[in-house]
């Protein structure tokens, strides 16, 4: 077991394994909606650029 010390507090390996599972668990559900939120982001910049052009 890794540990390491951070202004007196130490930090394990088995402090982070829930976390880890956590997210490994719901990336299922994690990714699809990231992926969505981001396409919908770069089409809001995207498309007043692509409507600007043509008028």
Request: aromatic content about 8%.
């Amino acid at each position: 077991m890794e540990s390491s010390t951070i202004a007196g507090l130490t930090l394990t390996s088995s402090m982070f394994s829930g976390l880890v599972n956590t997210i490994t668990d719901n990336l299922g559900v994690l990714l699809p909606i990231g992926l969505t939120i981001m396409g919908i982001m770069i089409a809001v910049s995207l498309i007043p650029r692509i409507i600007y052009k043509f008028f």
